[in-house]
């Protein structure tokens, strides 16, 4: 089976700054990928941000960027010029097959 | 832009009661997926469901679980005999492929309550 830890349950930011929310998983697997996903309040999770494990680049999109280290299990997501529609619930993911496992989120606070 | 639907938004039952969690998947998805999260836990995987068939299921899912694509349009998850540890936020996904090359568009959760 495989694990996600989320060591930061809430973090907060200044609007404008970078905040870097913590990952680290747990895996047997050698093809696996990892997610972000962000689940405002009263509303469905919506994916971030998708790294494929055998690729060294990390993943950005947009404002969202990783810093994936394969080899320490960490898979962090930056967000940079923060905004107060970033106000949510973060969860990383990682899933083999058809199975996603998640872990305990970081509720994340802007801070206008 | 299409979305995952999920009714009822919130549903109270009694031990020992059965319930029927539904979900309408995006149309054009062929793969489906129940998780739960217990306040203040992790979202769980239950299963996921592909052809008329149940493709993975986590050690959670036991026989008081069941899934169902009735029609062209529902995916059902039914809990035959709840207890009050099913109490949990139930969501449902929904994705065009398999595997987690493909996106999973989720639903906006069913809340159970089992008093």
């Known amino acids: 089976a495989q694990t996600v830890t989320q060591s930061q349950p809430e973090m907060s930011v200044q609007e404008a700054e970078t905040v870097t929310l913590s990952c680290t998983y747990d895996?047997?697997?050698?093809?696996?990928?990892l997610f972000w996903y962000k689940q405002p309040p009263s509303r469905q999770m919506i994916l971030v941000i998708r790294q494929e494990a055998y690729k060294q680049q990390n993943a950005t999109e947009n404002r969202f960027s990783v810093n994936f280290q394969k080899a320490a299990k960490s898979f962090s997501l930056k967000i940079s010029d923060s905004q107060l529609g970033d106000a949510a619930m973060y969860f990383c993911?990682?899933?083999?097959?058809?199975?996603?496992?998640f872990g305990t989120g970081t509720s994340l606070t802007v801070i206008p | 832009e299409p979305e995952v639907t999920q009714t009822p938004s919130h549903q109270v039952t009694q031990m020992g009661q059965e319930v029927i969690l539904r979900c309408v998947p995006i149309s054009n998805h062929l793969y489906f997926y129940w998780y739960r999260q217990i306040l203040g836990q992790k979202v769980e995987f239950l299963v996921s469901f592909y052809n008329n068939e149940i493709s993975e299921k986590s050690e959670i899912f036991d026989d008081q679980f069941s899934v169902e694509r009735p029609d062209g349009s529902n995916f059902t998850l039914k809990i035959r005999s709840t207890k009050l540890e099913d109490s949990a936020m139930y969501f449902c996904a929904s994705s065009v492929g398999g595997l987690a090359t493909y996106e999973q568009y989720f639903g906006p959760g069913t809340r159970l309550t089992v008093t």
């Open positions: 895996t047997s697997e050698s093809d696996y990928y």
């Open positions: 993911a990682t899933s083999t097959g058809n199975q996603f496992y």
